[in-house]
Protein backbone atom coordinates (compact mmCIF):
# COMPACT_ATOMS: atom_id res chain seq x y z
CA UNK A 1 0.00 0.00 0.00
CA UNK A 2 1.52 3.43 -0.88
CA UNK A 3 0.94 5.87 2.32
CA UNK A 4 2.66 8.72 0.39
CA UNK A 5 3.48 9.55 -3.14
CA UNK A 6 4.67 12.51 -5.20
CA UNK A 7 4.15 13.08 -8.73
CA UNK A 8 5.85 15.67 -11.43
CA UNK A 9 6.59 17.82 -8.75
CA UNK A 10 9.35 21.10 -8.64
CA UNK A 11 9.76 24.02 -6.55
CA UNK A 12 11.99 26.79 -8.23
CA UNK A 13 13.22 30.05 -6.41
CA UNK A 14 14.00 32.63 -9.08
CA UNK A 15 16.56 30.97 -11.12
CA UNK A 16 17.35 28.43 -8.92
CA UNK A 17 16.07 24.99 -9.77
CA UNK A 18 15.75 22.96 -6.27
CA UNK A 19 14.12 19.83 -8.20
CA UNK A 20 12.04 19.54 -11.82
CA UNK A 21 9.37 16.97 -12.44
CA UNK A 22 10.60 14.93 -9.23
CA UNK A 23 8.51 11.17 -8.94
CA UNK A 24 8.43 9.80 -5.09
CA UNK A 25 6.87 6.89 -3.51
CA UNK A 26 6.50 5.62 0.03
CA UNK A 27 5.38 2.52 0.53
CA UNK A 28 3.83 1.06 3.72
CA UNK A 29 6.39 0.10 6.69
CA UNK A 30 9.85 1.09 4.96
CA UNK A 31 11.83 3.45 5.64
CA UNK A 32 13.05 6.05 3.17
CA UNK A 33 15.96 8.68 4.33
CA UNK A 34 16.25 11.43 1.49
CA UNK A 35 20.29 12.35 0.96
CA UNK A 36 21.98 15.61 -0.94
CA UNK A 37 23.91 18.08 -0.66
CA UNK A 38 23.31 21.80 1.79
CA UNK A 39 20.55 23.75 -0.18
CA UNK A 40 19.38 21.56 -2.70
CA UNK A 41 15.88 21.56 -1.57
CA UNK A 42 16.13 18.46 1.09
CA UNK A 43 14.06 20.27 3.39
CA UNK A 44 11.95 21.55 0.99
CA UNK A 45 10.99 18.58 -0.57
CA UNK A 46 10.08 17.31 2.86
CA UNK A 47 7.75 20.25 3.34
CA UNK A 48 6.15 19.77 -0.07
CA UNK A 49 5.53 16.31 0.92
CA UNK A 50 4.20 17.37 4.33
CA UNK A 51 1.73 19.69 2.76
CA UNK A 52 3.40 22.97 4.57
CA UNK A 53 4.24 23.97 0.97
CA UNK A 54 2.79 23.97 -2.29
CA UNK A 55 4.01 21.59 -5.30
CA UNK A 56 5.05 23.62 -8.90
CA UNK A 57 4.90 22.12 -12.09
CA UNK A 58 1.87 21.25 -14.15
CA UNK A 59 0.34 17.80 -13.28
CA UNK A 60 2.08 18.05 -10.21
CA UNK A 61 0.39 16.30 -7.30
CA UNK A 62 1.02 15.27 -3.73
CA UNK A 63 -1.18 12.19 -2.18
CA UNK A 64 -1.56 10.43 1.13
CA UNK A 65 -3.89 7.59 1.93
CA UNK A 66 -6.68 8.65 3.40
CA UNK A 67 -6.16 5.85 5.86
CA UNK A 68 -2.89 7.13 6.88
CA UNK A 69 -1.90 9.84 9.40
CA UNK A 70 0.59 11.76 8.98
CA UNK A 71 3.24 13.57 11.00
CA UNK A 72 5.79 16.46 10.26
CA UNK A 73 8.73 16.96 12.46
CA UNK A 74 10.28 20.31 11.27
CA UNK A 75 13.90 21.53 12.09
CA UNK A 76 12.34 24.48 14.03
CA UNK A 77 9.04 23.54 15.30
CA UNK A 78 6.40 26.42 16.40
CA UNK A 79 3.86 26.05 19.05
CA UNK A 80 2.75 29.29 19.44
CA UNK A 81 3.23 32.09 22.15
CA UNK A 82 1.00 31.05 24.83
CA UNK A 83 1.32 27.20 24.43
CA UNK A 84 2.61 24.94 27.24
CA UNK A 85 4.23 21.93 27.29
CA UNK A 86 1.55 19.77 28.23
CA UNK A 87 -0.48 21.51 25.97
CA UNK A 88 1.99 20.85 22.39
CA UNK A 89 2.35 17.15 23.54
CA UNK A 90 -0.54 16.66 24.18
CA UNK A 91 -2.16 18.23 21.27
CA UNK A 92 -3.44 15.25 19.27
CA UNK A 93 -6.77 13.67 17.78
CA UNK A 94 -5.81 10.31 19.01
CA UNK A 95 -8.62 9.32 21.47
CA UNK A 96 -6.43 7.69 24.41
CA UNK A 97 -3.72 10.76 24.36
CA UNK A 98 -6.63 13.60 24.75
CA UNK A 99 -7.95 10.86 27.37
CA UNK A 100 -4.40 11.01 29.34
CA UNK A 101 -4.75 14.91 28.75
CA UNK A 102 -7.44 15.09 30.17
CA UNK A 103 -6.79 13.03 33.38
CA UNK A 104 -3.57 14.82 34.28
CA UNK A 105 -5.45 18.15 34.04
CA UNK A 106 -7.49 16.88 36.79
CA UNK A 107 -4.91 15.63 38.63
CA UNK A 108 -4.06 19.13 38.94
CA UNK A 109 -7.35 20.11 39.99
CA UNK A 110 -7.67 18.51 43.52
CA UNK A 111 -10.68 21.04 43.85
CA UNK A 112 -12.57 19.00 41.36
CA UNK A 113 -13.19 15.29 42.93
CA UNK A 114 -15.87 14.77 39.84
CA UNK A 115 -13.70 15.70 37.22
CA UNK A 116 -10.73 13.36 38.19
CA UNK A 117 -13.87 11.02 38.31
CA UNK A 118 -14.55 11.36 34.90
CA UNK A 119 -11.33 11.19 33.90
CA UNK A 120 -10.76 8.11 35.19
CA UNK A 121 -13.67 6.88 33.93
CA UNK A 122 -12.55 7.42 30.54
CA UNK A 123 -8.79 6.25 31.26
CA UNK A 124 -10.52 2.71 32.19
CA UNK A 125 -12.94 3.13 28.97
CA UNK A 126 -10.29 3.33 26.73
CA UNK A 127 -7.51 1.00 28.62
CA UNK A 128 -5.71 3.84 28.30
CA UNK A 129 -3.07 3.15 31.45
CA UNK A 130 -1.08 1.93 29.01
CA UNK A 131 -0.47 4.71 26.92
CA UNK A 132 -0.19 7.28 30.00
CA UNK A 133 2.83 4.84 31.19
CA UNK A 134 4.25 5.37 27.73
CA UNK A 135 4.03 9.36 27.99
CA UNK A 136 6.05 9.60 31.10
CA UNK A 137 8.71 7.09 29.46
CA UNK A 138 9.08 9.32 26.03
CA UNK A 139 8.94 12.60 28.46
CA UNK A 140 11.77 11.12 30.53
CA UNK A 141 13.87 9.35 28.10
CA UNK A 142 14.18 13.12 25.80
CA UNK A 143 14.36 15.17 29.76
CA UNK A 144 10.98 16.82 29.28
CA UNK A 145 10.28 17.49 32.95
CA UNK A 146 8.12 20.59 33.41
CA UNK A 147 4.82 19.98 31.57
CA UNK A 148 3.93 23.43 32.62
CA UNK A 149 6.69 25.90 31.55
CA UNK A 150 5.64 27.86 28.09
CA UNK A 151 7.06 26.66 25.52
CA UNK A 152 8.01 29.93 24.15
CA UNK A 153 10.69 30.11 26.81
CA UNK A 154 12.51 27.12 25.64
CA UNK A 155 15.82 26.66 23.67
CA UNK A 156 15.67 25.79 19.94
CA UNK A 157 17.18 22.22 21.32
CA UNK A 158 14.39 21.67 23.84
CA UNK A 159 10.93 22.63 21.29
CA UNK A 160 12.71 19.93 19.14
CA UNK A 161 12.33 18.06 21.70
CA UNK A 162 8.75 18.73 22.43
CA UNK A 163 7.83 18.11 19.05
CA UNK A 164 9.61 14.71 18.77
CA UNK A 165 7.88 13.49 22.11
CA UNK A 166 4.49 15.02 20.22
CA UNK A 167 5.03 12.99 17.04
CA UNK A 168 5.99 9.88 19.28
CA UNK A 169 3.41 9.77 21.32
CA UNK A 170 0.93 10.62 19.15
CA UNK A 171 2.04 7.77 16.99
CA UNK A 172 1.27 8.56 13.62
CA UNK A 173 1.25 5.93 10.55
CA UNK A 174 3.22 8.02 8.37
CA UNK A 175 6.09 10.08 10.22
CA UNK A 176 8.44 12.68 8.07
CA UNK A 177 10.94 14.04 9.92
CA UNK A 178 13.90 16.72 9.20
CA UNK A 179 16.79 16.03 11.00
CA UNK A 180 15.70 14.38 13.85
CA UNK A 181 18.92 13.89 15.71
CA UNK A 182 19.64 17.03 15.76
CA UNK A 183 19.71 18.63 19.71
CA UNK A 184 19.62 15.12 21.00
CA UNK A 185 22.10 13.77 22.92
CA UNK A 186 23.64 10.30 22.72
CA UNK A 187 21.80 8.41 24.80
CA UNK A 188 18.62 10.04 23.25
CA UNK A 189 19.65 9.49 19.74
CA UNK A 190 19.85 5.78 20.44
CA UNK A 191 17.03 5.56 22.15
CA UNK A 192 15.27 7.16 18.77
CA UNK A 193 17.23 4.52 16.65
CA UNK A 194 15.53 1.68 18.52
CA UNK A 195 12.21 2.87 18.27
CA UNK A 196 12.65 3.90 14.58
CA UNK A 197 13.09 0.49 13.73
CA UNK A 198 10.17 -0.83 14.52
CA UNK A 199 8.79 -2.56 11.61
CA UNK A 200 5.02 -0.88 11.55
CA UNK A 201 6.77 2.50 11.09
CA UNK A 202 6.37 4.41 7.90
CA UNK A 203 9.28 6.46 7.18
CA UNK A 204 10.52 9.49 5.37
CA UNK A 205 13.46 11.84 6.60
CA UNK A 206 16.59 13.90 6.30
CA UNK A 207 19.65 13.05 7.95
CA UNK A 208 22.93 13.28 8.14
CA UNK A 209 23.38 10.36 10.82
CA UNK A 210 24.90 7.83 9.09
CA UNK A 211 24.35 5.16 11.80
CA UNK A 212 20.77 6.14 11.13
CA UNK A 213 20.70 5.37 7.27
CA UNK A 214 22.70 2.03 7.85
CA UNK A 215 20.36 0.43 10.49
CA UNK A 216 17.19 1.63 10.08
CA UNK A 217 16.98 2.91 6.71
CA UNK A 218 15.70 0.27 3.62
CA UNK A 219 15.11 2.67 0.99
CA UNK A 220 17.39 6.01 0.54
CA UNK A 221 17.08 8.74 -2.29
CA UNK A 222 19.61 11.34 -3.56
CA UNK A 223 18.48 14.84 -4.56
CA UNK A 224 21.11 16.15 -7.11
CA UNK A 225 21.11 18.04 -9.87
CA UNK A 226 17.09 18.45 -9.90
CA UNK A 227 16.63 14.86 -10.05
CA UNK A 228 15.99 12.07 -7.77
CA UNK A 229 17.57 8.74 -7.75
CA UNK A 230 16.25 6.13 -5.76
CA UNK A 231 18.80 3.31 -3.98
CA UNK A 232 16.91 0.05 -2.38
CA UNK A 233 18.75 -1.00 0.85
CA UNK A 234 20.84 1.06 3.87
CA UNK A 235 24.03 3.25 3.93
CA UNK A 236 26.36 0.94 2.43
CA UNK A 237 24.22 -0.20 -0.07
CA UNK A 238 23.72 3.10 -1.11
CA UNK A 239 27.45 4.00 -1.49
CA UNK A 240 27.95 0.55 -3.77
CA UNK A 241 25.25 1.58 -6.11
CA UNK A 242 25.98 5.46 -6.12
CA UNK A 243 29.54 4.41 -6.87
CA UNK A 244 28.56 2.34 -9.54
CA UNK A 245 26.10 4.64 -11.08
CA UNK A 246 28.40 7.18 -11.36
CA UNK A 247 30.98 4.96 -13.00
CA UNK A 248 28.25 4.12 -15.12
CA UNK A 249 27.44 7.93 -16.19
CA UNK A 250 31.63 8.88 -16.24
CA UNK A 251 31.57 6.22 -19.28
CA UNK A 252 28.56 7.51 -21.02
CA UNK A 253 29.94 10.76 -20.57
CA UNK A 254 33.12 9.68 -22.42
CA UNK A 255 30.78 8.76 -25.51
CA UNK A 256 28.98 11.57 -25.44
CA UNK A 257 31.92 13.95 -25.70
CA UNK A 258 33.76 11.63 -28.76
CA UNK A 259 30.08 11.74 -30.06
CA UNK A 260 30.01 16.17 -29.98
CA UNK A 261 33.25 16.27 -31.06
CA UNK A 262 32.16 14.78 -34.03
CA UNK A 263 28.74 16.55 -34.94
CA UNK A 264 30.84 19.88 -33.80
CA UNK A 265 33.04 18.83 -36.70
CA UNK A 266 30.01 18.45 -39.61
CA UNK A 267 28.38 21.75 -37.75
CA UNK A 268 31.37 23.39 -38.95
CA UNK A 269 31.36 22.01 -42.45
CA UNK A 270 28.11 22.03 -42.88
CA UNK A 271 26.97 24.48 -46.01
CA UNK A 272 24.32 27.02 -45.66
CA UNK A 273 21.50 25.85 -47.42
CA UNK A 274 19.46 23.86 -44.23
CA UNK A 275 17.36 21.02 -45.09
CA UNK A 276 14.96 18.80 -43.44
CA UNK A 277 17.79 16.17 -42.75
CA UNK A 278 20.42 18.97 -41.28
CA UNK A 279 17.91 20.32 -39.16
CA UNK A 280 17.04 17.27 -37.62
CA UNK A 281 21.04 16.90 -37.16
CA UNK A 282 21.59 20.59 -35.82
CA UNK A 283 18.81 19.59 -33.25
CA UNK A 284 20.12 16.32 -32.04
CA UNK A 285 23.54 18.32 -31.68
CA UNK A 286 22.39 21.31 -29.17
CA UNK A 287 20.49 17.78 -27.04
CA UNK A 288 23.81 16.60 -27.03
CA UNK A 289 25.65 19.98 -26.23
CA UNK A 290 22.97 20.24 -23.27
CA UNK A 291 23.34 16.85 -22.16
CA UNK A 292 27.18 17.34 -22.05
CA UNK A 293 27.07 20.94 -20.63
CA UNK A 294 24.60 19.65 -17.81
CA UNK A 295 26.71 17.10 -16.19
CA UNK A 296 28.70 18.36 -13.89
CA UNK A 297 31.21 16.25 -12.06
CA UNK A 298 30.65 16.07 -7.92
CA UNK A 299 32.26 19.60 -6.77
CA UNK A 300 34.63 18.14 -4.08
CA UNK A 301 36.07 19.89 -0.93
CA UNK A 302 39.47 20.07 -0.48
CA UNK A 303 41.23 21.46 2.57
CA UNK A 304 45.09 21.89 2.67
CA UNK A 305 45.39 24.97 5.34
CA UNK A 306 48.66 25.09 7.15
CA UNK A 307 48.31 25.23 11.01
CA UNK A 308 51.17 26.79 13.12
CA UNK A 309 53.44 24.89 14.92
CA UNK A 310 52.80 23.51 18.55
CA UNK A 311 55.18 23.74 21.08
CA UNK A 312 55.74 21.06 24.19
CA UNK A 313 53.11 22.46 26.24
CA UNK A 314 49.81 22.88 24.40
CA UNK A 315 47.18 22.48 26.81
CA UNK A 316 46.63 21.55 30.75
CA UNK A 317 44.07 21.10 32.79
CA UNK A 318 44.71 20.54 36.47
CA UNK A 319 42.21 19.49 39.20
CA UNK A 320 39.58 21.96 37.78
CA UNK A 321 36.31 22.37 38.80
CA UNK A 322 32.70 24.18 38.42
CA UNK A 323 29.81 24.01 39.98
CA UNK A 324 26.28 26.24 39.59
CA UNK A 325 23.74 26.60 41.97
CA UNK A 326 24.90 23.73 44.37
CA UNK A 327 25.11 21.57 41.35
CA UNK A 328 29.08 20.15 40.12
CA UNK A 329 29.24 19.89 36.41
CA UNK A 330 33.29 19.56 36.52
CA UNK A 331 34.90 17.96 39.35
CA UNK A 332 38.91 17.82 39.75
CA UNK A 333 39.16 17.14 36.06
CA UNK A 334 43.00 16.89 35.12
CA UNK A 335 44.49 16.29 31.28
CA UNK A 336 47.88 17.22 29.57
CA UNK A 337 47.48 17.36 25.85
CA UNK A 338 49.90 16.05 23.02
CA UNK A 339 50.65 16.90 20.23
CA UNK A 340 48.12 15.72 17.31
CA UNK A 341 45.42 13.87 19.41
CA UNK A 342 42.26 13.85 18.67
CA UNK A 343 39.83 13.96 21.59
CA UNK A 344 35.90 13.37 21.66
CA UNK A 345 33.70 14.76 24.19
CA UNK A 346 30.20 12.98 25.15
CA UNK A 347 27.61 13.29 27.78
CA UNK A 348 23.78 13.95 28.07
CA UNK A 349 22.10 17.70 27.34
CA UNK A 350 23.22 20.04 29.86
CA UNK A 351 25.65 17.57 31.65
CA UNK A 352 28.45 20.34 31.67
CA UNK A 353 30.43 19.97 28.33
CA UNK A 354 30.33 23.57 27.37
CA UNK A 355 31.46 24.23 30.63
CA UNK A 356 34.53 22.41 30.41
CA UNK A 357 35.49 23.85 26.78
CA UNK A 358 34.79 27.63 28.16
CA UNK A 359 37.32 26.80 31.04
CA UNK A 360 39.77 25.23 28.51
CA UNK A 361 39.35 28.15 26.39
CA UNK A 362 40.12 30.33 29.70
CA UNK A 363 36.82 31.73 28.76
CA UNK A 364 35.10 30.77 32.20
CA UNK A 365 37.34 30.73 35.51
CA UNK A 366 37.25 27.56 37.24
CA UNK A 367 36.21 27.37 41.12
CA UNK A 368 39.47 25.37 41.58
CA UNK A 369 42.43 24.68 39.91
CA UNK A 370 43.99 26.21 36.84
CA UNK A 371 44.31 26.05 33.36
CA UNK A 372 47.41 26.75 31.54
CA UNK A 373 47.96 27.33 27.45
CA UNK A 374 51.31 27.07 25.61
CA UNK A 375 52.52 29.96 24.53
CA UNK A 376 52.63 28.64 20.95
CA UNK A 377 48.58 27.44 20.90
CA UNK A 378 46.35 28.92 18.81
CA UNK A 379 42.64 28.31 19.14
CA UNK A 380 40.58 27.81 16.57
CA UNK A 381 36.79 27.35 18.32
CA UNK A 382 33.71 26.50 16.33
CA UNK A 383 30.11 27.01 18.91
CA UNK A 384 26.95 26.73 17.85
CA UNK A 385 26.24 30.26 19.23
CA UNK A 386 29.16 31.35 17.27
CA UNK A 387 27.37 31.30 14.38
CA UNK A 388 27.18 34.86 14.09
CA UNK A 389 27.40 36.03 10.62
CA UNK A 390 26.08 39.35 9.34
CA UNK A 391 23.30 38.40 7.37
CA UNK A 392 23.33 41.80 5.18
CA UNK A 393 27.22 40.99 3.56
CA UNK A 394 27.92 39.08 0.86
CA UNK A 395 29.69 35.62 0.99
CA UNK A 396 33.10 36.64 -0.16
CA UNK A 397 33.45 39.79 2.17
CA UNK A 398 32.32 37.57 5.29
CA UNK A 399 35.88 36.09 4.04
CA UNK A 400 37.96 38.75 3.24
CA UNK A 401 36.84 40.35 6.58
CA UNK A 402 39.29 37.83 7.88
CA UNK A 403 42.00 38.14 5.48
CA UNK A 404 42.59 38.41 1.83
CA UNK A 405 44.86 34.72 1.96
CA UNK A 406 45.82 31.94 3.96
CA UNK A 407 49.05 29.82 4.31
CA UNK A 408 48.87 26.72 2.51
CA UNK A 409 51.31 23.91 2.96
CA UNK A 410 54.60 23.97 0.76
CA UNK A 411 54.65 27.47 1.35
CA UNK A 412 51.99 28.40 -1.24
CA UNK A 413 49.16 30.97 -0.77
CA UNK A 414 44.99 30.56 -1.23
CA UNK A 415 43.01 33.53 -2.02
CA UNK A 416 40.24 34.36 -0.18
CA UNK A 417 38.34 33.83 -3.70
CA UNK A 418 40.21 30.46 -3.79
CA UNK A 419 38.85 29.34 -0.63
CA UNK A 420 35.86 29.67 -0.68
CA UNK A 421 35.45 27.52 -4.59
CA UNK A 422 37.31 24.48 -2.73
CA UNK A 423 34.25 25.23 -0.12
CA UNK A 424 31.82 24.53 -2.84
CA UNK A 425 30.80 28.39 -2.87
CA UNK A 426 31.60 29.03 -6.74
CA UNK A 427 32.17 32.33 -8.12
CA UNK A 428 28.16 33.56 -8.30
CA UNK A 429 27.38 32.17 -4.57
CA UNK A 430 30.37 34.25 -3.51
CA UNK A 431 27.98 37.15 -4.52
CA UNK A 432 24.93 36.16 -2.64
CA UNK A 433 24.17 37.40 0.79
CA UNK A 434 24.45 35.23 3.67
CA UNK A 435 20.58 35.45 4.36
CA UNK A 436 20.14 33.77 1.46
CA UNK A 437 22.07 30.99 2.25
CA UNK A 438 21.01 27.52 3.87
CA UNK A 439 21.58 26.56 7.45
CA UNK A 440 24.30 23.90 6.63
CA UNK A 441 25.74 26.56 3.94
CA UNK A 442 25.97 29.21 6.57
CA UNK A 443 27.56 26.64 9.33
CA UNK A 444 30.02 25.62 6.02
CA UNK A 445 30.75 29.69 5.60
CA UNK A 446 31.27 29.97 9.66
CA UNK A 447 33.61 26.55 9.89
CA UNK A 448 35.59 28.38 7.68
CA UNK A 449 36.08 31.49 8.85
CA UNK A 450 37.58 29.74 11.96
CA UNK A 451 39.93 27.54 9.49
CA UNK A 452 41.01 30.98 8.34
CA UNK A 453 42.66 31.98 11.20
CA UNK A 454 44.97 28.94 10.77
CA UNK A 455 44.37 27.77 14.37
CA UNK A 456 47.01 24.58 15.48
CA UNK A 457 44.29 23.44 18.65
CA UNK A 458 40.93 22.90 17.23
CA UNK A 459 37.67 22.63 19.39
CA UNK A 460 34.61 21.98 17.51
CA UNK A 461 31.00 22.01 19.78
CA UNK A 462 28.40 20.10 17.64
CA UNK A 463 30.45 20.76 14.05
CA UNK A 464 27.92 18.06 11.78
CA UNK A 465 24.61 19.64 12.72
CA UNK A 466 23.14 20.41 9.36
CA UNK A 467 26.26 19.34 7.61
CA UNK A 468 25.50 17.26 4.69
CA UNK A 469 27.10 13.83 4.08
CA UNK A 470 29.47 15.05 1.43
CA UNK A 471 30.97 17.64 3.43
CA UNK A 472 31.02 15.50 6.78
CA UNK A 473 33.22 12.73 4.71
CA UNK A 474 35.96 15.54 3.67
CA UNK A 475 35.31 17.51 7.48
CA UNK A 476 36.99 14.04 8.71
CA UNK A 477 39.40 13.66 5.95
CA UNK A 478 40.62 16.60 6.85
CA UNK A 479 40.45 16.31 10.58
CA UNK A 480 42.39 13.34 10.33
CA UNK A 481 45.39 14.87 8.84
CA UNK A 482 45.13 17.97 10.70
CA UNK A 483 48.77 18.66 12.51
CA UNK A 484 47.66 20.06 15.41
CA UNK A 485 45.33 18.96 18.24
CA UNK A 486 41.37 18.24 17.93
CA UNK A 487 38.78 18.40 20.67
CA UNK A 488 34.96 17.79 19.23
CA UNK A 489 31.78 17.48 21.12
CA UNK A 490 29.47 15.34 18.88
CA UNK A 491 26.27 13.94 19.00
CA UNK A 492 26.93 11.83 15.49
CA UNK A 493 28.27 8.60 16.49
CA UNK A 494 29.90 8.15 13.14
CA UNK A 495 31.81 11.16 13.43
CA UNK A 496 32.97 10.45 16.69
CA UNK A 497 33.92 6.99 16.16
CA UNK A 498 35.86 7.91 13.18
CA UNK A 499 38.11 10.78 14.38
CA UNK A 500 38.12 10.16 18.36
CA UNK A 501 40.08 7.25 19.64
CA UNK A 502 40.28 9.10 23.45
CA UNK A 503 37.11 10.02 24.80
CA UNK A 504 36.46 12.54 28.09
CA UNK A 505 32.63 10.64 29.32
CA UNK A 506 30.60 12.64 31.40
CA UNK A 507 28.69 10.46 33.74
CA UNK A 508 27.36 12.64 35.66
CA UNK A 509 27.75 14.54 39.04
CA UNK A 510 31.19 16.08 37.87
CA UNK A 511 32.45 12.69 37.07
CA UNK A 512 34.44 12.47 33.88
CA UNK A 513 35.71 9.37 32.68
CA UNK A 514 38.58 9.07 30.39
CA UNK A 515 38.35 6.42 28.00
CA UNK A 516 40.75 5.18 25.65
CA UNK A 517 38.98 3.97 22.89
CA UNK A 518 36.24 4.08 20.27
CA UNK A 519 32.58 5.40 21.47
CA UNK A 520 30.65 2.31 20.00
CA UNK A 521 33.51 0.27 22.34
CA UNK A 522 32.90 2.32 25.40
CA UNK A 523 28.54 1.63 24.70
CA UNK A 524 29.46 -2.19 24.73
CA UNK A 525 31.86 -1.88 27.67
CA UNK A 526 28.40 0.12 29.53
CA UNK A 527 26.33 -3.05 28.59
CA UNK A 528 29.02 -5.37 30.47
CA UNK A 529 29.31 -3.32 33.08
CA UNK A 530 25.48 -3.24 33.70
CA UNK A 531 25.37 -6.90 33.12
CA UNK A 532 27.61 -7.11 35.88
CA UNK A 533 25.96 -4.66 38.34
CA UNK A 534 22.79 -6.75 37.72
CA UNK A 535 24.50 -10.10 38.35
CA UNK A 536 26.18 -8.67 41.64
CA UNK A 537 22.59 -7.29 42.79
CA UNK A 538 20.98 -10.02 42.42
CA UNK A 539 23.39 -12.10 44.57
CA UNK A 540 23.88 -9.68 47.19
CA UNK A 541 19.81 -9.50 47.90
CA UNK A 542 20.33 -13.31 48.08
CA UNK A 543 20.25 -14.06 52.12
CA UNK A 544 23.17 -12.45 53.54
CA UNK A 545 23.35 -14.24 56.81
CA UNK A 546 23.12 -18.23 57.60
CA UNK A 547 19.32 -19.71 58.28
CA UNK A 548 18.43 -18.71 62.02
CA UNK A 549 19.66 -21.23 64.61
CA UNK A 550 17.18 -23.99 65.30
CA UNK A 551 15.86 -24.84 68.44
CA UNK A 552 17.44 -27.77 68.82
CA UNK A 553 21.11 -26.07 69.40
CA UNK A 554 20.26 -25.94 72.86
CA UNK A 555 21.41 -29.74 72.45
CA UNK A 556 24.24 -29.22 70.69
CA UNK A 557 27.64 -30.18 72.27
CA UNK A 558 30.34 -27.26 73.21
CA UNK A 559 32.74 -28.38 70.28
CA UNK A 560 29.62 -27.97 67.97
CA UNK A 561 28.28 -24.66 68.76
CA UNK A 562 32.46 -23.32 68.76
CA UNK A 563 32.55 -24.58 65.49
CA UNK A 564 29.29 -23.28 64.06
CA UNK A 565 30.37 -20.04 65.98
CA UNK A 566 33.92 -20.05 63.55
CA UNK A 567 31.97 -20.44 60.28
CA UNK A 568 29.83 -17.89 60.99
CA UNK A 569 32.48 -15.31 61.38
CA UNK A 570 34.09 -16.74 58.05
CA UNK A 571 30.77 -15.99 56.40
CA UNK A 572 31.01 -12.57 57.81
CA UNK A 573 34.13 -12.20 56.82
CA UNK A 574 33.32 -13.52 53.49
CA UNK A 575 29.98 -11.00 52.83
CA UNK A 576 32.05 -8.17 54.13
CA UNK A 577 34.59 -8.84 51.39
CA UNK A 578 31.41 -8.96 49.10
CA UNK A 579 30.11 -6.12 50.12
CA UNK A 580 34.04 -4.26 49.26
CA UNK A 581 33.81 -5.71 45.97
CA UNK A 582 30.24 -4.41 44.79
CA UNK A 583 31.60 -0.76 46.16
CA UNK A 584 34.46 -1.07 43.79
CA UNK A 585 31.89 -1.89 40.57
CA UNK A 586 30.29 1.37 41.55
CA UNK A 587 33.39 3.79 41.01
CA UNK A 588 33.33 4.13 37.35
CA UNK A 589 35.84 6.52 36.89
CA UNK A 590 38.53 3.30 38.28
CA UNK A 591 37.53 1.21 36.32
CA UNK A 592 39.16 -0.58 32.90
CA UNK A 593 38.65 -3.81 31.24
CA UNK A 594 40.97 -5.63 33.00
CA UNK A 595 39.99 -4.20 36.81
CA UNK A 596 36.33 -5.40 35.65
CA UNK A 597 37.83 -8.51 34.59
CA UNK A 598 39.47 -9.00 37.94
CA UNK A 599 36.86 -7.66 40.13
CA UNK A 600 34.71 -10.51 38.46
CA UNK A 601 36.91 -12.94 38.90
CA UNK A 602 37.03 -12.11 42.64
CA UNK A 603 33.15 -11.78 43.30
CA UNK A 604 32.77 -15.36 41.35
CA UNK A 605 35.59 -16.65 44.53
CA UNK A 606 33.95 -15.15 47.18
CA UNK A 607 30.59 -16.33 46.32
CA UNK A 608 31.45 -19.48 45.88
CA UNK A 609 33.18 -19.43 49.40
CA UNK A 610 30.41 -18.06 50.74
CA UNK A 611 28.04 -21.10 49.40
CA UNK A 612 30.58 -23.58 50.58
CA UNK A 613 30.57 -21.95 54.48
CA UNK A 614 26.85 -21.98 54.47
CA UNK A 615 26.79 -25.39 53.43
CA UNK A 616 29.15 -26.76 56.28
CA UNK A 617 26.95 -24.09 58.61
CA UNK A 618 24.03 -26.21 58.04
CA UNK A 619 25.76 -29.45 58.55
CA UNK A 620 27.17 -28.83 61.74
CA UNK A 621 23.57 -27.74 62.96
CA UNK A 622 21.76 -30.65 61.56
CA UNK A 623 24.64 -33.18 63.08
Known sequence: MVYLELTQVSKIYGEKVLFDRVDLQVAQNTKVALVAKNGTGKSTLLRVAAGIDLPEGVGSEVYVHKDARMAYLSQDPDFGANASVMDAVFDSDNEMVKAVRDYEEALSRPDSPQLLQNALGRMDELQAWDIEARIKEVLSKLNIEDVNQKVATLSGGQRKRVALAKLIIDEPDLIIMDEPTNHLDLDMIEWLEEWLQSPNLTLLMVTHDRYFLERVCNRIIELEGGNIYHYTGNYSDFLNKKASREETESAELDKDRKRMKQE????????????????????????????????????????????????????????????????????????????????????????????????????????????????????????????????????????????????????????????????????????????????????????????????????????????????LNVLEDFLMEFPGCVLIVSHDRFFLDKLAHHLFIFEGDGKIRDWNGLYTEYREQLKVESQERSAAAATHTAPAAPPKKVEQEVALTQEQRKAIRRVEGQISKLEDRKKGINRQFGDAAALTPERIAELGRELAEVNEAIEEKEMEWMELVGE
Open 264 to 471: LEWVRRMPSGRGTKAKSRLSAFSELKNKVGGFRKEEELTIEIKGQRLGSKILEAHNISKSYGGRELVKGFSYKFQKGERAGIVGRNGAGKSTLLHMLTKELEPDTGKVVHGSNTHFGYYTQDGINLAQDMRVIDVVREIAEFIPLEKGLKLTARGLLERFMFNSKQQQVYVSQLSGGEKRRLYLLTILMKNPNFLILDEPTNDLDIMT
